[in-house]
């Protein structure tokens, strides 16, 4: 038809019009595949298709096989078309003056064929995001290898476009899900870890004899959350490393490899995750949250948590993702040091929570058991009050909760007769030093002032100073809340003979065994001590108890 001088621009139109007949079928049979798969439509019944091998494409594929079926129908066919029409009407014999027939020509086909690949990515990155729930990545990656492939042999068909470039974006993306799915999976993992312990530590607890720990053990739960966590960031970058296999085209090229291992799984996966772990850690300290009402045990638990993950499991992690993605100093982002005192800070703030919580809840009974007495008309002591037996109680569990996380950290030595000390001895000194500064002072000074003046040379004690990562400090900082609140309940109230001497024995109690729960005896001598100061100072008749009374009631206590 050329020879016989027909128009060239005619003809390419009628070529590429025949052409798009069979190609637009093939389309067709990619979106009936998608709706399909999808769940939009309903395979057909043998008797409404149109021919027997229509029945391939009446069933779901695979990623795998959607791949390949488009590859052999509409690649095949438009890599056809494009042989085709560049050999009739770019490389015939020509001369100068068909030089600007050939260009448009070539400009046809280019609009032509970029119109219908538009449509063909479309179809693909939709059947691609089907698959993001998948999940086994070997058949994606296959599929996606395949798909790279054919591209980068259309575009030696066609110089002026960059069809594997597109074909890489759209395997970036997929990745990009992938890596975004895997991250979800962690965080859900993490969430269920969460639920399991919560559920382990209200669960009841039956205590064989002989036993002497009570209900599960903190550091075995710890521990099973901790595997539990890596071996799921293991098997997530296991299942990722498909995308670099030394057999996948796409992974070998620069601008795929080294976003997708830098951002995407090390920056968008895993730091991304510990950065979840740490901030739903913290949500557990915002009382105003939801979270807020965490019981104070798991509070305990995720501290250590996260010092364990500043001690080792960051920096495990981190340096696993950069072996096996193959990462070197220059392409790092976040720096495990960063990491590390993210979790530090975290574990700081939930241990300084955790104490504040359970001084409070102490201190909330202490509050109750002060305001709820009549100090000036109860009767003369013959026990301690319960609630310094559930206030020594509580303390006790707190202190075999906190040993099987931390260690027992340093104490200040003790003196020989810590428990021994009595109350009765400590006013019976107080009032001696009353006459004696009342020998040598005006008789109008204040005896209030006596203190006041004492506390000028004892050392500030500090109640809510961060805690330490050990036994001790933790036990020392919440018994410093409970006794600081006694102390402030007892200066509101006005006390008889008998309220004074209440306080006296259950202070004496409280001696005989709080000394040994904190890292310097002293700091609860001096808080008892201005707790029954306070109660002398606001007692209307000041007579204390004999010490060898209050060592027997608290005794037989």
Known sequence: MLQLNEPAGNLCDEFLSHAKNTLDDNLESLDYQLKLQ????????????????????????????????????????????????IDMFINRPKDEDEEAINDIALSKLVNFIMGLMEKYFFYVERRVQLERETGDNTILVRALDRFHRRLQAMNKLLPDTDFARVGTDIVSRAAHDRVVHYLQTLKQH??????????SLAAPRLVAKGETSVGNNLSELLSSAEASIVDQVKSVLSNLQAFIASDITFAMKPYFRGHFCRQEVREGLLVSYLRHINHTAMEFCDSMGDRGSAPPTLLLLLSRLCIDFDNATVSYMVNLVDEQFVLEEKQKGTTVAELRQLFRDGAQRMLNHYVSVQGLVISQMLRKSVETRDWLNTIEPRNVRAVMKRVVEDITAIDTQVGQLYEEGIRKERSSDSSRRTFGNFSMSRQQQRSQWGRYAPSTLDNSLLSNIQKLFSERIEIFSMVEFSKVSVLTGIIKISLKTFLECVRLRTLGRYGLQQIQVDTHYLQLYLW??????????????????SAVHRCLDPVMMESSVVELICERG
């Open 38 to 85: 999808s769940g939009e439509e309903k395979p057909k019944l043998p008797s409404e298709l149109e021919k027997p091998s229509d029945a391939y494409i009446n069933q779901t594929m695979d990623i795998l096989e959607f791949i390949d079926y488009s590859c052999n129908s509409f690649l095949s066919n438009i890599c056809l078309v494009i042989a085709s029409y």
């Open 190 to 199: 993490f969430s269920d870890c969460l639920t399991d312990i919560r559920q």
């Open 516 to 533: 040994r729960f904190v890292s310097d005896e002293n700091l609860v001598h001096f808080l008892l001590d201005e707790i029954a100061s």
